[in-house]
């Protein structure tokens, strides 16, 4: 068994990195030149609002330390950025170069006043038409070069070392404090890795029946939480009980398993893609909205919103069965008397973690919607 210092010995030795400072007019040339992807699909996920990139503007002009820029070198020289790509989107779409994932040039940021420069309110980077920087809305020839001139750090994973480096260091970067939820940062994560499972996976979540489903709210799906329930579906519907047993943290665990399968060549998407709509047809026609609410026995009709755990007994059980060719067939049936089964409730209370009920409510769907 290797030492403490054997082991951080070790994996240094998988990381090799690099940094050094560039102005923004040497960010700006990478930019138009190629040698930069700053993933424009990422401009749908990350929500910096105005004010906040303005204040960006804002630390640039005062001379205010910007936190660095993390990039990774790939095999043909190009770097993906890893964190900061929201600062240098804003830098790029102030000086009017950015692009969206379609090429098209996205339009030039505007201004707005602060607490420290007020006259910033209506300013950009270059005044319109022939007026140019006589149009009292230019921030100047001066100001634009000092922002070209200004330096952002950056530090480099080289491409030498261990290959998943990136994803590490994207993930730590962007979890925690992070403005973006877990499934964002994963969405980012499988852009890098695999743009087309990526796309896949957002097709799917946008499956009519499931989205009937489902019902989610706004915000829900605002944040990628459909993406992230079809995520769940591609590994828990037809998982090994046994793996259940070591999962530890389940977001870690969705994390882990999502990388391993969105680069697995054998991954089978034509499959799970009918699977996925089997189920959700199945789900919507017998129970539509009402397949992942309470059902109030006492009443006996459904109520409230959707319940994470009724998705994972119900949709993973579902799906196993129809994988074997034994789904029953008296679904709504079966989905309203969970409430009256002692097992569900009790692992699918208020508190109860997924680490934690998982392993009872998945073998358990499976036994219920058997035939």
């Not at 993390?70 to 102030?94: C, E, H, P």
């Not at 379609?102 to 420290?116: A, D």
């Amino acid at each position: 068994m290797m030492s403490l210092i054997d082991e951080v010995n070790d994996r240094r030795k998988e990381i090799r990195t690099d940094g050094y400072a560039i102005s923004i007019g040497e960010w700006l040339s990478l930019y138009e030149n190629g040698e930069i992807d700053i993933h424009p699909e990422f401009q749908r996920i990350y929500r910096w609002s105005e004010a906040q990139k303005t204040n960006l503007i804002e630390s640039i002009l005062l001379g205010i330390p910007v936190p660095p820029i993390f990039v990774s070198q790939r095999a043909d020289g190009v770097w993906d950025v890893v964190d900061g790509l929201q600062r240098l989107s804003t830098i790029y779409q102030f000086i009017g170069q950015l692009r969206d994932e379609n090429n098209e040039l996205i339009p030039p940021l505007v201004l707005s006043g602060t607490k420290y420069l007020p006259s910033l309110d209506n300013k950009k980077w270059e005044g319109d038409g022939e007026l140019g920087d006589n149009d009292p809305n230019s921030i100047g020839q001066n100001l634009r070069l000092t922002i070209k001139r200004s330096k952002l750090n950056v530090s480099i994973i080289l491409k030498e070392s261990d290959e998943t480096a990136k994803y590490d260091l994207f993930q730590r970067l962007n979890t925690g404090g992070s403005r973006l939820s877990a499934q964002e940062v994963r969405n980012c994560i499988l852009v890098m890795l695999n743009k087309d499972f990526y796309s896949w996976l957002s097709e799917l979540a946008k499956f009519d029946k499931f989205t009937e489903c489902t019902a989610l709210s706004d915000r829900a799906i605002s944040e990628s939480y459909d993406i992230e329930l079809a995520l769940r579906f591609i590994i828990f519907s037809l998982i090994d009980p046994i793996d259940l047993d070591s999962m530890g943290d389940v977001g870690v665990f969705i994390t882990e398993k999502m990388r391993e399968i969105c680069v697995d060549d054998s991954f089978d998407t034509a499959y799970w893609g009918d699977l996925f709509r089997q189920t959700f047809t199945i789900l919507a026609d017998c129970c539509g909205d009402n397949s992942f609410k309470r059902f109030n026995t006492a009443k006996s009709k459904y109520s409230g919103g959707f319940l994470v755990s009724q998705y994972e007994a119900v949709s993973y059980g579902l799906a196993y069965n129809i994988s074997k060719g034994t789904a029953a067939e008296n679904i709504n049936n079966l989905v309203s008397s969970l409430w009256s089964n002692q097992e569900f409730t009790d692992w699918s209370g208020s508190g109860m973690t997924a680490t934690r009920r998982l392993p009872h409510l998945i073998p358990l769907g499976r036994e219920i919607f058997k035939k």
